[in-house]
């Protein structure tokens, strides 16, 4: 998908949002959006490239079956947990500087990680390329919202990041497979050290906005990210080790104690990390729930569709991330056509139709048995899925930082960046407790049987244990097609934004 700068260049007006009077800086737009769409492709991959690679990197590291969902939880917490600050950062400290370091950061995390010699190192790892991330994001988001004036061109270039937030995750399933398989599993993690060093050198095309007064909000930084771990690690030690076990239920206390003191610190500091006032405008804080359930519908579908196809249809690392191309291709279409049609259609006109859609695909995903087939089940069900979420996406987007103020367009991209990420961790930390209890329900350790099976050769075992986790997989899947129908839910009833314009010199785009 591209992105033709020329309308941009010619017809932007010289009080544009984000305008600075570079003259140079017409002829770099097209530079400066290839840039940050490399940057949002990296930052999403990683959220799914190491999907492909858990059961190389579990055998290489003897990483415990608790533990596995957590090399993805780990990134995706530190993510979402820390977006807000990397978003005010970038509005105190510059979003260029604060893009810069984020990547940096990113990159020498990705160093780490592939050489990480054990599963806690490699956590550690994912964390810092959570932090990295965090503080990169938004910045991106932030920039093309100030770089490119509202309407058909800021259409074009949200086009073309919503484009790769979707594509991104699908890409992450392809690469990862074809390293997996042709190096080493920690490749995973060493292919982003030129891709990142490409971005750094690519940085000088991007204009820095205005910096603004304020302070970071500490306070809230820990009390907000605290409680968001220890809601998730509650969430999946209770699969573990049950609902009423103490240490559950201190972590909900805990969570529940620190995320009040969170909106209580928000409310009274001069200076939020969060402002609440973002959440007033009902399309914006519309376009931040819904997210928030597609992110979780939307992480949980590539856990489970990956540990599907390698371990009950018994895919290899790089037939499972090939297998995932309708992904890439539905969301790309999807995404290119949504992106028009914003300028003629309201938001939730767009986005409900395409969360029903993929609720629709999530469904026919629970149907799948372990005898299934790929070209009769398996790729329609992923062609509607994308196709329902790329529709969704543009119009989202668009929506949580359309009417922002140039001040607060930082925050307001990571608040719709951590919807994403936090539901992401915890539809994955729901949805995965979920299925390994119905999978145990069925067959005590079904996991730890099927590996016995297949180490002992026991067909029968391994039968019975692929019935069992594929039953647990199916329930995972029908919880993410609620997910999308929540979001849905949310788009009907909270979204009310009339259609966008997009020609040149129109009046400024507000969605509230």
Known sequence: ??????????????????????????????????????????????????????????????????????????????????????????????????????????????????????????????????????????????????????????????????????????????????????????????????????VLAGTRTLVEAERHPGRLDLPGTLTGTGGLIALVYGITRGGEHGWTDSVTLGCFVVAAVLLGAFLLVQSRTAHPLMPLRLFKDRNRAGSYATMLFIGAGMMATFYFLTLYMQLILGYSAVKTGFANLPFSLGMGVAAAVSAKLVTRLAPRVIAGPGLLVAAAGMF????????????????????????????????????AVSGVGD???????????????????????????????????????????????????????????????THGYTLAFVGAGVMFLAGLAVTALAINATKQRSAEGAAPVHLG
């Open 1 to 198: 998908m591209s992105v033709d700068s020329s309308p941009v260049t010619a017809h932007a007006p010289a009080d544009a949002p984000g305008a600075t009077g570079n003259p140079g800086r017409g002829r770099h737009l097209g530079l400066a959006l290839f840039v940050i769409a490399a940057a949002q492709l990296m930052v999403v991959l990683d959220g799914t490239i190491t999907n492909i690679a858990l059961p190389s990197i579990q055998t290489a590291l003897g990483v415990t079956d608790a533990n596995l969902a957590w090399i993805v939880n780990s990134y995706a917490l530190a993510f979402g947990g820390l977006l807000l600050l990397g978003g005010r950062a970038g509005d105190l400290f510059g979003r260029r500087r604060m893009f810069q370091v984020g990547i940096a950061l990113f990159t020498l995390a990705s160093l780490l990680g592939g050489l990480a010699p054990n599963e806690g190192l490699l956590i550690a790892a994912r964390v810092l390329q959570g932090v990295g991330a965090a503080v990169a994001a938004p910045s991106a988001l932030s920039l093309i919202a100030t770089t490119f004036p509202e309407g058909k061109p800021r259409n074009k270039a949200m086009g073309v990041y919503a484009a790769m937030a979707g594509i991104g995750a699908t890409v992450g399933l392809l690469l990862g497979g074809v390293l997996t398989d042709a190096l080493d599993w920690r490749w995973v993690f060493f292919v982003n050290i030129p891709i990142g060093l490409a």
């Open 407 to 469: 001040q607060e367009t930082g925050i307001a991209s990571a608040l719709l960046n951590t919807a994403q990420q936090i539901g992401g961790a915890l539809g994955l930390a729901v949805l995965s407790t979920i299925s390994t209890s119905a999978a145990d329900e069925r067959l005590p350790a079904a996991a730890a049987s099927f590996y016995r099976g297949v180490a002992t050769k026991d067909h029968g075992l391994v039968a019975e244990a692929a019935d069992a986790l």
């Open 364 to 399: 026919w995903f629970a149907t799948l048995t372990p005898d299934s087939s790929y070209a009769g089940h398996l790729m329609p069900a992923m062609f509607v899925t994308a196709l329902g979420l790329g529709m969704s996406f543009v119009p989202m987007t668009l929506g």
